[in-house]
Nanobody, 113 residues
Framework: QVQLVESGGGLVQPGGSLRLSCATS????????MGWYRQAPGKQRELVAT???????NYADSVKGRFTISRDNAKNTGYLQMNSLKSEDTAVYYC???????WGQGTQVTVSS
């Protein structure tokens, strides 16, 4: 069984930064590609960024140049550094280990002045 715990969300002003964390347990974290998703009210869940076991990354066009995904395999933890935040980044953010059918509760990010 896999457990995912997202944290680090909160209220931030436009232009600010947040760093999200995804702590995992119950699986071999280091062997899975991981990603961050987000879902705003009334919107479909969208993939924001991915990182492979080898460290190759990919980003949605909407966040490219502003967000950075990373992972620390020794700590079984993934991260999403979010800079230059915009109001349209407001959503619940979820981490996901590819090939594992499990989601955490997510962490709320609200960008507002």
């Amino acid at each position: 069984q896999v457990q995912l715990v997202e944290s680090g969300g909160g209220l931030v002003q436009p232009g600010g930064s947040l760093r999200l964390s995804c702590a995992t347990s119950g699986s071999a974290f280091s062997i899975y590609t991981m990603g961050w998703y987000r879902q705003a009210p009334g919107k479909q869940r969208e993939l924001v960024a991915t990182i492979t076991t080898a460290g190759m990354t990919n980003y949605a066009d909407s966040v490219k140049g502003r967000f950075t995904i990373s992972r620390d395999n020794a700590k079984n933890t993934g991260y999403l550094q979010m800079n230059s935040l915009k109001s349209e980044d407001t959503a619940v953010y979820y981490c996901k280990l590819f090939a594992i059918n499990s989601w955490g509760q997510g962490t709320q990010v609200t960008v507002s002045s």
